[in-house]
DNA sequence: ACATATTGATAGTATTACTATTATATTTGC
DNA sequence: GCAAATATAATAGTAATACTATCAATATGT
Protein backbone atom coordinates (compact mmCIF):
# COMPACT_ATOMS: atom_id res chain seq x y z
CA UNK A 1 0.00 0.00 0.00
CA UNK A 2 1.27 3.18 -0.82
CA UNK A 3 1.75 5.70 2.22
CA UNK A 4 -0.89 9.01 1.73
CA UNK A 5 2.08 10.81 3.13
CA UNK A 6 4.25 10.69 -0.10
CA UNK A 7 1.89 13.39 -1.44
CA UNK A 8 0.99 14.97 1.41
CA UNK A 9 3.10 17.55 3.03
CA UNK A 10 3.28 18.45 6.62
CA UNK A 11 2.99 21.77 7.55
CA UNK A 12 4.67 23.69 9.82
CA UNK A 13 3.67 27.06 11.99
CA UNK A 14 5.98 29.55 9.13
CA UNK A 15 7.48 31.45 12.63
CA UNK A 16 9.56 28.68 13.04
CA UNK A 17 11.60 29.53 9.49
CA UNK A 18 12.53 32.25 7.37
CA UNK A 19 12.70 30.36 4.53
CA UNK A 20 10.66 26.88 4.03
CA UNK A 21 13.00 24.41 4.16
CA UNK A 22 10.97 21.87 2.40
CA UNK A 23 11.27 23.89 -1.03
CA UNK A 24 14.87 23.05 -1.73
CA UNK A 25 17.51 21.02 -1.66
CA UNK A 26 19.86 22.80 0.64
CA UNK A 27 16.81 22.65 2.53
CA UNK A 28 15.73 19.44 2.62
CA UNK A 29 19.65 18.66 3.14
CA UNK A 30 19.64 20.66 6.49
CA UNK A 31 16.50 18.87 7.86
CA UNK A 32 17.90 15.41 7.58
CA UNK A 33 21.46 15.82 8.50
CA UNK A 34 20.53 18.20 11.50
CA UNK A 35 18.43 15.28 12.93
CA UNK A 36 21.30 13.46 12.07
CA UNK A 37 24.01 15.80 13.90
CA UNK A 38 21.76 16.67 16.57
CA UNK A 39 21.33 12.96 17.39
CA UNK A 40 25.14 11.99 17.36
CA UNK A 41 26.42 15.01 19.51
CA UNK A 42 23.52 16.38 21.32
CA UNK A 43 21.40 19.68 21.30
CA UNK A 44 23.87 21.60 23.13
CA UNK A 45 27.01 20.74 21.64
CA UNK A 46 25.18 21.11 17.99
CA UNK A 47 26.06 24.29 15.95
CA UNK A 48 25.54 25.30 12.29
CA UNK A 49 28.64 25.49 12.03
CA UNK A 50 29.03 21.97 12.49
CA UNK A 51 26.07 21.35 10.41
CA UNK A 52 27.54 23.20 7.53
CA UNK A 53 30.53 20.86 7.54
CA UNK A 54 28.78 18.38 7.55
CA UNK A 55 26.10 18.78 4.15
CA UNK A 56 29.28 20.86 3.08
CA UNK A 57 28.22 24.16 2.87
CA UNK A 58 27.93 27.09 4.50
CA UNK A 59 27.38 28.41 8.35
CA UNK A 60 25.47 31.73 6.21
CA UNK A 61 23.69 29.56 4.40
CA UNK A 62 21.42 27.69 6.97
CA UNK A 63 20.92 31.02 8.65
CA UNK A 64 19.24 31.46 5.58
CA UNK A 65 16.64 28.68 6.43
CA UNK A 66 16.39 28.90 10.22
CA UNK A 67 17.34 32.03 12.73
CA UNK A 68 18.88 29.85 15.26
CA UNK A 69 19.29 25.87 16.47
CA UNK A 70 16.32 26.40 18.98
CA UNK A 71 13.92 27.34 16.26
CA UNK A 72 15.21 24.42 13.84
CA UNK A 73 14.30 21.77 16.99
CA UNK A 74 10.99 23.28 18.03
CA UNK A 75 10.59 23.22 13.75
CA UNK A 76 11.60 19.63 13.97
CA UNK A 77 10.16 18.69 16.73
CA UNK A 78 6.43 20.42 14.93
CA UNK A 79 7.16 18.29 12.29
CA UNK A 80 7.15 15.31 14.20
CA UNK A 81 3.87 15.98 16.24
CA UNK A 82 2.31 16.51 12.90
CA UNK A 83 3.32 13.32 11.64
CA UNK A 84 2.31 11.55 14.80
CA UNK A 85 -1.29 13.65 14.65
CA UNK A 86 -1.87 12.41 10.95
CA UNK A 87 -1.03 8.31 11.94
CA UNK A 88 -3.17 8.94 15.29
CA UNK A 89 -6.13 10.67 12.31
CA UNK A 90 -5.48 7.47 10.23
CA UNK A 91 -5.23 4.78 12.97
CA UNK A 92 -8.23 5.88 15.46
CA UNK A 93 -11.32 7.12 11.74
CA UNK A 94 -14.15 4.34 11.79
CA UNK A 95 -13.10 2.64 14.85
CA UNK A 96 -16.38 3.04 16.97
CA UNK A 97 -15.73 1.27 20.16
CA UNK A 98 -14.36 4.34 22.44
CA UNK A 99 -11.84 1.69 24.17
CA UNK A 100 -10.47 0.37 21.61
CA UNK A 101 -9.40 3.58 20.00
CA UNK A 102 -8.41 4.82 23.12
CA UNK A 103 -6.49 1.58 23.23
CA UNK A 104 -4.55 2.24 19.32
CA UNK A 105 -3.94 6.13 20.48
CA UNK A 106 -2.04 5.09 23.60
CA UNK A 107 0.14 2.37 21.41
CA UNK A 108 1.12 5.11 18.99
CA UNK A 109 2.15 7.56 21.91
CA UNK A 110 4.06 4.97 23.47
CA UNK A 111 5.11 2.85 21.08
CA UNK A 112 9.14 2.42 19.73
CA UNK A 113 8.83 4.38 16.39
CA UNK A 114 10.51 2.74 13.17
CA UNK A 115 11.13 5.01 10.06
CA UNK A 116 8.32 5.92 7.71
CA UNK A 117 9.91 5.45 3.96
CA UNK A 118 7.35 7.67 3.05
CA UNK A 119 9.49 10.55 4.15
CA UNK A 120 13.11 9.88 2.40
CA UNK A 121 14.53 13.17 4.25
CA UNK A 122 13.44 12.22 7.45
CA UNK A 123 14.10 9.14 9.26
CA UNK A 124 11.60 9.52 12.10
CA UNK A 125 13.58 6.58 13.69
CA UNK A 126 16.60 8.91 15.16
CA UNK A 127 13.97 11.60 15.07
CA UNK A 128 12.19 9.73 17.73
CA UNK A 129 15.54 9.53 19.82
CA UNK A 130 15.83 13.61 19.13
CA UNK A 131 12.36 13.80 20.85
CA UNK A 132 13.18 11.53 23.56
CA UNK A 133 15.97 13.42 24.40
CA UNK A 134 15.59 16.92 24.09
CA UNK A 135 12.01 17.60 23.34
CA UNK A 136 11.28 19.07 26.79
CA UNK A 137 14.13 21.48 26.29
CA UNK A 138 11.65 23.59 23.21
CA UNK A 139 9.37 23.87 26.33
CA UNK A 140 11.64 24.55 29.27
CA UNK A 141 12.85 27.75 28.15
CA UNK A 142 11.88 31.44 29.48
CA UNK A 143 10.34 32.15 26.19
CA UNK A 144 7.80 29.36 26.18
CA UNK A 145 5.11 31.50 26.99
CA UNK A 146 5.67 34.13 23.81
CA UNK A 147 6.51 31.09 21.68
CA UNK A 148 2.90 29.16 23.14
CA UNK A 149 1.31 32.60 21.81
CA UNK A 150 2.85 32.19 18.51
CA UNK A 151 1.72 28.80 17.73
CA UNK A 152 4.56 27.01 18.30
CA UNK A 153 3.35 24.02 20.31
CA UNK A 154 0.03 24.05 18.51
CA UNK A 155 0.44 20.56 17.03
CA UNK A 156 2.09 19.03 20.52
CA UNK A 157 -0.94 20.30 21.90
CA UNK A 158 -3.64 18.92 19.59
CA UNK A 159 -2.15 15.15 19.61
CA UNK A 160 -2.60 15.51 22.95
CA UNK A 161 -6.19 17.77 22.62
CA UNK A 162 -7.46 13.96 20.52
CA UNK A 163 -6.32 12.08 23.35
CA UNK A 164 -8.85 14.18 25.88
CA UNK A 165 -11.69 13.85 23.53
CA UNK A 166 -11.21 9.74 23.06
CA UNK A 167 -10.86 10.01 26.84
CA UNK A 168 -13.89 11.50 27.43
CA UNK A 169 -15.88 9.04 25.09
CA UNK A 170 -14.43 5.96 27.39
CA UNK A 171 -15.55 7.75 30.81
CA UNK A 172 -17.07 11.55 30.55
CA UNK A 173 -17.32 11.42 34.57
CA UNK A 174 -13.40 10.88 34.65
CA UNK A 175 -12.26 15.12 36.08
CA UNK A 176 -8.82 14.69 34.89
CA UNK A 177 -8.41 14.10 31.48
CA UNK A 178 -6.25 16.27 30.54
CA UNK A 179 -3.73 15.58 32.82
CA UNK A 180 -4.06 11.86 31.92
CA UNK A 181 -3.59 12.70 28.15
CA UNK A 182 -0.41 14.98 28.79
CA UNK A 183 1.25 12.44 31.61
CA UNK A 184 0.68 9.59 28.82
CA UNK A 185 2.57 11.63 26.00
CA UNK A 186 4.95 13.00 27.79
CA UNK A 187 5.46 10.14 30.32
CA UNK A 188 6.19 7.42 27.33
CA UNK A 189 9.14 10.09 25.92
CA UNK A 190 10.09 9.98 29.87
CA UNK A 191 10.28 6.11 30.23
CA UNK A 192 12.14 5.71 26.67
CA UNK A 193 14.76 8.25 28.39
CA UNK A 194 14.85 6.02 31.43
CA UNK A 195 15.06 2.48 29.93
CA UNK A 196 18.23 4.26 28.07
CA UNK A 197 19.83 6.12 30.79
CA UNK A 198 18.69 5.32 34.78
CA UNK A 199 17.68 1.85 34.11
CA UNK A 200 17.10 1.16 37.86
CA UNK A 201 13.38 3.63 38.33
CA UNK A 202 11.54 2.15 34.95
CA UNK A 203 10.23 -1.13 34.47
CA UNK A 204 10.76 -0.83 30.70
CA UNK A 205 13.71 -2.70 29.58
CA UNK A 206 16.09 -2.28 26.62
CA UNK A 207 13.73 -3.53 23.72
CA UNK A 208 10.25 -2.84 25.30
CA UNK A 209 8.40 0.02 24.89
CA UNK A 210 5.40 1.96 26.98
CA UNK A 211 2.46 0.70 26.02
CA UNK A 212 1.51 -2.11 28.74
CA UNK A 213 2.41 0.13 31.54
CA UNK A 214 0.36 2.75 29.99
CA UNK A 215 -2.74 0.84 28.75
CA UNK A 216 -3.06 -0.84 32.13
CA UNK A 217 -2.90 2.48 33.46
CA UNK A 218 -5.68 4.30 31.15
CA UNK A 219 -7.94 1.17 32.14
CA UNK A 220 -8.06 1.24 35.53
CA UNK A 221 -8.38 4.82 35.94
CA UNK A 222 -11.28 4.96 33.54
CA UNK A 223 -12.99 1.98 33.37
CA UNK B 1 8.88 23.00 67.37
CA UNK B 2 12.62 23.33 66.49
CA UNK B 3 12.64 21.38 62.50
CA UNK B 4 16.02 19.12 62.81
CA UNK B 5 17.31 20.33 59.73
CA UNK B 6 18.44 23.50 61.57
CA UNK B 7 21.15 20.95 62.77
CA UNK B 8 21.58 18.87 60.43
CA UNK B 9 23.54 19.35 57.03
CA UNK B 10 22.43 18.07 53.95
CA UNK B 11 25.47 16.17 52.32
CA UNK B 12 25.96 16.13 48.26
CA UNK B 13 28.51 14.39 46.19
CA UNK B 14 31.63 15.62 46.51
CA UNK B 15 32.17 15.10 42.92
CA UNK B 16 29.66 17.93 42.01
CA UNK B 17 31.66 20.91 43.30
CA UNK B 18 35.37 22.08 43.94
CA UNK B 19 34.65 23.24 47.39
CA UNK B 20 32.14 22.76 49.79
CA UNK B 21 29.58 25.86 49.49
CA UNK B 22 28.24 24.90 52.69
CA UNK B 23 31.56 25.95 54.38
CA UNK B 24 31.77 29.84 53.80
CA UNK B 25 29.97 33.05 53.84
CA UNK B 26 31.00 33.30 49.84
CA UNK B 27 29.70 29.63 49.22
CA UNK B 28 26.45 29.99 50.70
CA UNK B 29 25.89 33.58 49.19
CA UNK B 30 26.92 31.77 46.08
CA UNK B 31 24.03 29.20 46.51
CA UNK B 32 21.27 31.68 47.35
CA UNK B 33 21.77 33.75 45.02
CA UNK B 34 22.44 31.80 42.06
CA UNK B 35 18.52 29.94 43.20
CA UNK B 36 17.41 33.74 42.95
CA UNK B 37 19.55 34.43 39.77
CA UNK B 38 18.02 30.79 37.82
CA UNK B 39 14.53 31.79 38.67
CA UNK B 40 15.13 35.24 37.61
CA UNK B 41 16.88 34.76 34.08
CA UNK B 42 16.21 31.08 33.57
CA UNK B 43 19.13 28.45 33.34
CA UNK B 44 20.40 29.28 30.26
CA UNK B 45 20.85 32.90 30.21
CA UNK B 46 22.19 32.32 33.73
CA UNK B 47 26.23 33.04 34.00
CA UNK B 48 28.87 32.94 36.40
CA UNK B 49 29.91 36.70 35.43
CA UNK B 50 25.85 38.08 36.00
CA UNK B 51 26.09 35.96 39.21
CA UNK B 52 29.49 37.95 40.11
CA UNK B 53 27.76 41.15 39.54
CA UNK B 54 24.80 40.05 41.65
CA UNK B 55 26.90 39.34 44.91
CA UNK B 56 29.50 41.43 44.38
CA UNK B 57 32.08 39.01 43.89
CA UNK B 58 33.93 38.05 41.05
CA UNK B 59 33.48 35.03 38.36
CA UNK B 60 36.76 33.70 39.35
CA UNK B 61 35.84 33.38 42.81
CA UNK B 62 32.77 31.36 41.66
CA UNK B 63 35.21 29.15 39.52
CA UNK B 64 36.48 27.95 42.44
CA UNK B 65 33.29 26.41 44.14
CA UNK B 66 32.06 24.79 41.42
CA UNK B 67 33.56 23.82 37.80
CA UNK B 68 30.52 25.41 35.48
CA UNK B 69 27.37 26.40 35.75
CA UNK B 70 25.64 22.60 34.71
CA UNK B 71 27.30 21.01 38.04
CA UNK B 72 25.84 23.95 40.22
CA UNK B 73 22.18 23.20 38.95
CA UNK B 74 23.13 19.75 39.60
CA UNK B 75 24.35 20.53 42.83
CA UNK B 76 21.19 22.66 43.45
CA UNK B 77 18.77 19.86 42.43
CA UNK B 78 20.35 17.54 44.66
CA UNK B 79 19.89 19.49 47.35
CA UNK B 80 16.16 19.80 46.59
CA UNK B 81 15.94 15.52 46.63
CA UNK B 82 17.69 15.63 49.46
CA UNK B 83 15.47 17.77 50.93
CA UNK B 84 12.96 16.05 49.77
CA UNK B 85 13.97 12.38 51.01
CA UNK B 86 14.47 13.49 54.31
CA UNK B 87 10.99 14.88 54.91
CA UNK B 88 9.27 12.15 52.88
CA UNK B 89 11.25 9.49 55.72
CA UNK B 90 9.76 11.84 58.17
CA UNK B 91 6.57 11.59 56.82
CA UNK B 92 6.25 8.55 56.37
CA UNK B 93 8.33 6.40 59.27
CA UNK B 94 5.71 4.56 61.86
CA UNK B 95 3.05 4.85 59.88
CA UNK B 96 1.88 1.13 60.04
CA UNK B 97 -0.73 1.12 56.85
CA UNK B 98 0.63 0.96 53.61
CA UNK B 99 -2.21 2.75 51.76
CA UNK B 100 -1.43 5.68 54.24
CA UNK B 101 2.01 5.88 53.80
CA UNK B 102 1.59 5.72 50.39
CA UNK B 103 -0.48 8.68 50.00
CA UNK B 104 1.87 10.74 52.37
CA UNK B 105 4.80 10.13 49.97
CA UNK B 106 2.55 11.16 47.41
CA UNK B 107 1.42 14.24 48.96
CA UNK B 108 5.18 15.49 49.23
CA UNK B 109 6.22 14.92 45.87
CA UNK B 110 3.09 16.65 44.29
CA UNK B 111 2.16 19.27 46.30
CA UNK B 112 3.19 23.09 46.24
CA UNK B 113 6.55 23.51 48.12
CA UNK B 114 6.80 26.71 50.31
CA UNK B 115 10.20 27.36 52.46
CA UNK B 116 11.60 25.53 54.60
CA UNK B 117 12.88 28.58 57.61
CA UNK B 118 14.78 25.64 58.78
CA UNK B 119 17.43 26.42 56.12
CA UNK B 120 18.16 30.23 55.88
CA UNK B 121 20.10 30.63 52.37
CA UNK B 122 17.98 28.30 50.53
CA UNK B 123 14.37 28.96 49.58
CA UNK B 124 12.73 25.82 49.09
CA UNK B 125 9.77 27.41 47.72
CA UNK B 126 12.06 29.59 45.02
CA UNK B 127 13.97 26.11 44.77
CA UNK B 128 11.06 24.31 43.59
CA UNK B 129 10.33 26.36 40.60
CA UNK B 130 13.58 25.74 39.68
CA UNK B 131 13.11 22.04 39.57
CA UNK B 132 10.13 22.45 38.07
CA UNK B 133 11.67 24.53 35.19
CA UNK B 134 15.18 22.98 34.83
CA UNK B 135 15.49 19.94 36.47
CA UNK B 136 14.90 17.37 33.67
CA UNK B 137 17.87 19.29 31.87
CA UNK B 138 20.32 18.22 34.85
CA UNK B 139 19.52 14.85 33.06
CA UNK B 140 19.30 15.32 29.36
CA UNK B 141 22.71 15.79 28.20
CA UNK B 142 25.15 13.41 26.45
CA UNK B 143 26.46 13.05 29.45
CA UNK B 144 24.21 11.68 31.56
CA UNK B 145 25.84 8.13 31.27
CA UNK B 146 28.68 9.12 32.86
CA UNK B 147 27.63 11.60 35.30
CA UNK B 148 25.00 8.63 36.43
CA UNK B 149 27.98 6.42 36.85
CA UNK B 150 29.71 9.07 39.14
CA UNK B 151 26.64 9.20 41.20
CA UNK B 152 24.96 12.58 40.33
CA UNK B 153 21.64 11.61 40.31
CA UNK B 154 21.76 9.00 43.05
CA UNK B 155 19.36 11.16 45.88
CA UNK B 156 17.00 11.50 43.09
CA UNK B 157 16.91 8.17 42.25
CA UNK B 158 16.90 7.10 45.91
CA UNK B 159 13.78 8.81 46.64
CA UNK B 160 11.65 7.48 43.52
CA UNK B 161 12.75 4.04 45.00
CA UNK B 162 11.80 4.55 48.02
CA UNK B 163 8.35 5.09 46.36
CA UNK B 164 8.95 2.08 44.78
CA UNK B 165 8.80 -0.14 47.95
CA UNK B 166 5.55 1.48 49.52
CA UNK B 167 4.13 0.51 46.26
CA UNK B 168 5.04 -2.43 46.73
CA UNK B 169 3.61 -2.53 49.70
CA UNK B 170 0.54 -1.78 48.97
CA UNK B 171 0.51 -3.86 45.98
CA UNK B 172 3.48 -7.02 45.59
CA UNK B 173 1.61 -8.00 42.33
CA UNK B 174 1.71 -4.62 40.81
CA UNK B 175 4.23 -5.17 37.78
CA UNK B 176 5.08 -1.66 36.74
CA UNK B 177 6.32 -0.45 40.28
CA UNK B 178 8.99 1.28 39.10
CA UNK B 179 7.43 3.00 36.10
CA UNK B 180 4.68 4.03 38.28
CA UNK B 181 7.00 5.60 41.01
CA UNK B 182 9.09 7.38 38.52
CA UNK B 183 5.78 8.41 36.26
CA UNK B 184 4.37 10.11 39.68
CA UNK B 185 7.39 12.41 40.36
CA UNK B 186 8.55 13.00 37.10
CA UNK B 187 4.78 13.28 36.42
CA UNK B 188 4.06 15.87 38.94
CA UNK B 189 6.66 18.61 38.35
CA UNK B 190 5.65 18.37 34.68
CA UNK B 191 2.09 19.17 35.40
CA UNK B 192 2.96 22.21 37.43
CA UNK B 193 4.67 23.30 34.12
CA UNK B 194 1.91 22.50 32.08
CA UNK B 195 -0.48 24.77 34.78
CA UNK B 196 2.21 27.65 34.46
CA UNK B 197 2.66 27.56 30.60
CA UNK B 198 0.62 25.68 28.67
CA UNK B 199 -3.00 25.61 30.33
CA UNK B 200 -5.10 23.93 28.10
CA UNK B 201 -3.14 20.56 28.96
CA UNK B 202 -3.98 19.83 32.17
CA UNK B 203 -6.52 20.28 35.19
CA UNK B 204 -4.57 22.19 37.64
CA UNK B 205 -5.38 25.59 38.04
CA UNK B 206 -2.72 28.16 39.26
CA UNK B 207 -3.21 27.38 42.99
CA UNK B 208 -3.83 23.28 42.52
CA UNK B 209 -1.44 21.08 43.14
CA UNK B 210 -1.16 17.54 41.36
CA UNK B 211 -1.78 15.63 44.67
CA UNK B 212 -5.73 14.70 43.92
CA UNK B 213 -4.64 13.47 40.39
CA UNK B 214 -1.80 11.02 41.70
CA UNK B 215 -3.77 9.97 44.75
CA UNK B 216 -6.71 9.03 42.33
CA UNK B 217 -4.15 6.95 39.93
CA UNK B 218 -2.46 5.28 42.93
CA UNK B 219 -5.44 4.12 44.29
CA UNK B 220 -7.27 3.13 41.19
CA UNK B 221 -4.01 1.22 39.58
CA UNK B 222 -3.15 -0.56 42.76
CA UNK B 223 -6.16 -1.39 44.91
C1' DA C 1 54.56 38.15 63.22
C1' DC C 2 54.37 34.98 59.67
C1' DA C 3 52.78 31.26 56.83
C1' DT C 4 48.57 29.85 54.65
C1' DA C 5 44.33 30.08 52.59
C1' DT C 6 40.80 32.91 50.48
C1' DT C 7 39.16 36.31 47.57
C1' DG C 8 39.49 39.99 44.01
C1' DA C 9 41.09 42.01 39.78
C1' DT C 10 42.79 41.74 35.39
C1' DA C 11 44.02 39.68 31.18
C1' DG C 12 43.74 36.34 27.77
C1' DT C 13 41.86 32.30 24.71
C1' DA C 14 38.76 29.50 22.00
C1' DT C 15 34.17 28.97 20.80
C1' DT C 16 29.53 30.39 19.95
C1' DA C 17 25.98 32.86 17.83
C1' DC C 18 25.24 35.60 15.15
C1' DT C 19 25.36 39.96 11.06
C1' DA C 20 27.09 42.09 6.98
C1' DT C 21 29.22 42.24 2.65
C1' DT C 22 30.67 40.66 -1.56
C1' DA C 23 31.42 37.20 -4.98
C1' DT C 24 29.82 33.36 -7.60
C1' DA C 25 26.68 30.12 -9.32
C1' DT C 26 22.09 28.79 -10.89
C1' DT C 27 17.52 29.46 -12.33
C1' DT C 28 13.90 31.80 -14.78
C1' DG C 29 11.49 34.81 -17.65
C1' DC C 30 11.20 36.76 -22.00
C1' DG D 1 20.29 32.92 -25.65
C1' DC D 2 20.78 36.51 -22.44
C1' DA D 3 19.65 39.67 -18.75
C1' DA D 4 17.71 39.77 -14.35
C1' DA D 5 16.64 37.72 -10.28
C1' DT D 6 17.61 34.43 -6.85
C1' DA D 7 20.28 31.18 -4.13
C1' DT D 8 24.46 29.88 -2.25
C1' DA D 9 29.36 30.33 -0.77
C1' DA D 10 33.14 32.69 1.27
C1' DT D 11 35.02 35.85 4.21
C1' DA D 12 35.25 39.00 7.86
C1' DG D 13 33.77 40.91 11.93
C1' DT D 14 31.35 41.53 16.70
C1' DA D 15 29.72 40.67 21.29
C1' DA D 16 29.10 37.28 24.58
C1' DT D 17 30.25 32.93 26.77
C1' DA D 18 32.96 29.74 29.22
C1' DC D 19 36.50 29.25 30.81
C1' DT D 20 42.22 29.49 32.54
C1' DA D 21 46.15 31.80 34.46
C1' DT D 22 48.43 35.09 37.08
C1' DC D 23 49.18 38.15 40.68
C1' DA D 24 47.81 41.29 44.31
C1' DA D 25 45.17 42.11 48.52
C1' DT D 26 43.19 40.50 52.60
C1' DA D 27 41.94 37.68 56.30
C1' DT D 28 42.95 33.72 59.56
C1' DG D 29 45.34 30.63 62.53
C1' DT D 30 49.30 29.61 65.46
Known sequence: MQNLLSNL????????YVKDPE???????ILKNSILLMDEIGFEAFTFKKLGEKI???????????????KLLVYLTSWYWSWMEYRMVFVTTNIANPVEKLEKAIKLVTENVADDHATPHINEEILNRIIVEEFTKTLMTKEVDNENKEGFFLVYKRVINRIIEIIKE??????????LASSIVEGAL??????NHLKTITNLSEKDCATDFYTDMAKKILL
Open 9 to 16: KITINEKL
Open 23 to 29: TSELGRN
Open 56 to 70: QSNESSIYRYFENKH
Open 170 to 179: VNPEYPFAKS
Open 190 to 195: HQHFLK
